[in-house]
């Protein structure tokens, strides 16, 4: 029995699967997450029906390296598949720039361009790519498989990648790439599913997690996205700031003496929820804080998703249909509702009782905008890329 293996690792987690390769597709084994990497790592994986088969707590785990969390997955899951076989691993990589959206095949020289990429999403690309080699070292034989962040962005209308700066910045690459883009071609499929005709039509969806982003979608496809030439664009998030008048990182600069190295910690690391409370990057941690500080970072995270969605809705003509996926997407009701109170104008109705139940769908009957929840799995994308791009590699060498 052949398996594939997906991987997706950032810079205090590494999310991973496993699926088994049938003939009529593929099936999902196990997966799971390691969590907290830095300070207490904690590995959870659960089966395909949700049972819990492994939990490993590293409570003096600072010290641990991804490489060295990874030797440990690794010698999970060959204890996990017995005689099945790992045939390819997926990895989620978060920047193709310009060149790479198809899903490829990772070698040497793809590498490198990878590596070039690293200044442009330094909070995920070294880990992206740290996670191949340690994995090389432990397979060196088995194909490793890059599926892009960006690739579901490459087709934006030509307008929605400019920035509007002279022309020879675009050339030089300085364009709006959009990230998240395995997480929104996950629900463009289910949506699809939901909606065969016209795959919901003109939508928002929103991927609130620690990361946050917001993709205007039609008929399934990116026409726009908040997320630009770097993942700071945007919503605010955990700890980046989202939107910022670019003023604002030239003062830091020559008014405060900040380094290039200080305003890059300072925009992905510590800016966002975690800056604005001073307590938390964490969603749950704020609501469950008295802090107004708290409150006030949960009020600006809302102000601000509401602003990106509605810039969003002249891209589309219109909005029809709002979805939210995610940790704080896909479980809190709050920030759902406020969201939608703050798009009422546009037509969204929310249905309370079905938003506190996490509700496929969430919006009342009238609405004219429907709101559905729908959990992303990027795993399950990946999967799908390495399936088909190893298929068809064996149909093309045969
Ligand atoms: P990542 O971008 O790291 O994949 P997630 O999608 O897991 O992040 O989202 C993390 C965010 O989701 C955190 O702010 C967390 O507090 C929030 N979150 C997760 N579960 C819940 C929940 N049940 N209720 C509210 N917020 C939640």
């Known amino acids: 029995m052949k398996v594939i293996a997906t991987l997706n690792a950032g810079s205090s987690s590494i999310k991973f699967a496993l699926y088994e390769l049938l003939a009529d597709g593929l099936r999902f084994d196990a997966g799971g997450k390691i969590e907290e990497i830095g300070t207490a790592p904690r590995l959870r994986a659960r089966d395909a029906q949700g049972e819990a088969i492994l939990e490993r707590d590293w409570p003096q785990g600072s010290v641990l390296s991804h490489e060295h969390l990874l030797e440990d997955l690794f ?25 790479f959206y198809a899903p490829r095949l990772i070698d040497d020289p793809l590498l490198e361009a990878l590596e070039a990429l690293v200044p442009l999403a330094p909070l995920h690309q070294p880990h992206n790519l740290a996670a ?31 920035l509007p700066l002279a022309r020879t ?20 499929r289910r949506l699809l599913d939901a909606d065969p005709q016209h795959a919901g039509g003109r939508v928002i969806a929103a991927h609130l997690g620690n990361g946050a982003s917001m993709c205007a979608m039609r008929e399934g496809k990116s026409v726009d996205t908040t997320m630009g ?20 990182v030239l003062h830091l600069q020559t008014q405060m003496g900040m380094s290039p190295n200080e305003v890059e910690t300072l925009l992905y690391r510590t800016s966002g929820l975690l800056g604005v409370s001073g307590i938390s990057s964490d969603m749950r941690t704020l609501h469950a804080s008295e802090a107004p500080e708290a409150a006030e970072a949960i009020s600006l995270f809302v102000r601000q998703a509401v602003r990106q969605a509605a810039a969003l809705i002249p891209s589309l003509g219109g909005l029809d249909g709002l979805v939210f996926t995610a ?44 709101v559905r929840v ?13 399936t088909d791009l190893i298929s068809s590699e064996r149909s093309t060498s045969k």
Not at 149 to 157: K, M, Q, S
Not at 229 to 248: E, I, Q, S
Not at 374 to 386: G, L, Q, R, S, Y
Request: overall charge negative; charged content about 20%.
């Open 132 to 162: 191949v080699r340690a994995l090389r070292a432990l397979a060196p034989n088995r194909p490793q498989i890059a599926c892009f962040d960006t690739a579901f962005h490459h087709h934006l209308p030509p307008l929605a990648t400019r």
């Open 374 to 386: 729908i959990p992303t799995d990027e795993e399950a994308v990946i999967a799908h890329h390495v």
């Open 229 to 248: 030439f770097t993942a700071l664009d945007g919503l605010m998030m955990g700890t980046r700031a989202g939107a910022l008048d670019p003023g604002v």
């Open 169 to 188: 910045f675009h050339d030089q690459g300085l364009r709006r790439y959009g990230f998240h883009g395995l997480s929104y071609e996950y629900i463009a």
């Open 327 to 370: 940790g704080i997407g896909e479980n809190d009701a709050v920030i759902r509702a406020r969201i939608c109170e703050g798009l009422s104008w546009a037509g969204v109705a929310l249905d309370p009782e079905a938003n506190s139940a996490n509700a496929a769908v969430i919006s009342t009957q009238e609405s004219k905008v429907r």
């Open 75 to 99: 010698a999970w899951a060959a204890k996990q598949l017995g005689d099945r076989e790992i045939v390819a691993i997926g990895h989620r990589i978060v920047h193709g720039g310009s060149d």
